[in-house]
């Protein structure tokens, strides 16, 4: 069966709504990376002040570093796990709203398939990201902490919006190929109609 052509509004949404939703979305999804990290080391900092704890009981200042140290991590972690779920949340709702604005078919399905497959390709993406910002600036760490998020964003805007119009194409409808059959045949029966409709004005009009 022949699919659908997408119109130019579909088109045009469809890469919006990608580059929009995958840019924030990346964020999101770089933060909650961030989180479990930080979460391992908060409960290795939670082990250490322990450990610490059991070995220098006489030395309390030193284990009420490491556990304020930790505390504040812990709050810092869910501060962002916080952040990055509305992120989250908010990339799909524009995704949709946008897709839907355009009328494009199924925005919901094209929403979440494209976000499974942005996830996926994110962790390689990050490194290529962190790559090309160190190379133009000839800096390791300088490139990767100052033009990284943005080589970052505009990176993700880009993949984005590929991904969301290859989505968009491949959920488009089946063509009716009856359409234009359709058109003619509708055409044709009102052609009668009005000659009809004519030719009993044209009597009523000689018998008056």
């Keep these: 069966m022949q699919k659908a052509q997408l119109t130019s509004a579909q088109r045009g949404y469809s890469l919006v709504a990608g580059a929009v939703a995958h840019a924030l979305f990346s964020v999101g999804w770089l933060m909650l990376g961030f989180v479990a990290l930080g979460g391992g080391l908060t409960l290795l900092l939670g082990g250490t002040a322990n450990g610490v704890s059991g070995l220098f009981g006489d030395v309390p200042v030193v284990a009420d570093f490491i556990r304020n140290t930790s505390s ?3 709050t810092v972690i869910i501060v962002i796990a916080i952040v990055a779920l509305l992120l989250v949340a908010l990339a799909a709702f524009a995704s949709i709203f946008l897709l839907a604005r355009g009328a494009v078919r199924k925005p919901w399905q094209i ?3 494209s976000l499974g497959i942005v996830a996926l390709l994110d962790v390689p ?3 290529a990201y ?3 910002a160190a190379q133009a600036t000839d800096s390791a760490v300088g490139g990767a902490v100052l033009l990284g998020p943005v080589v970052g964003v505009v990176g993700s805007a880009v993949v984005g919006a590929l991904v969301w119009w290859w989505m968009a194409w491949s959920r488009r ?3 009716s190929r009856f359409a234009g059959v359709t058109a003619t045949a509708s055409a044709t029966a009102v052609a009668p109609q009005q000659k009809s409709s004519a030719a009993g004005d044209t009597g009523t009009t000689h018998s008056k």
């Design 72 to 74: 504040v991590i812990g």
């Design 111 to 113: 929403t979440f398939q």
């Design 125 to 127: 993406l990050f490194v």
């Design 130 to 132: 962190l790559t090309i």
């Design 173 to 175: 409808g089946s063509a």
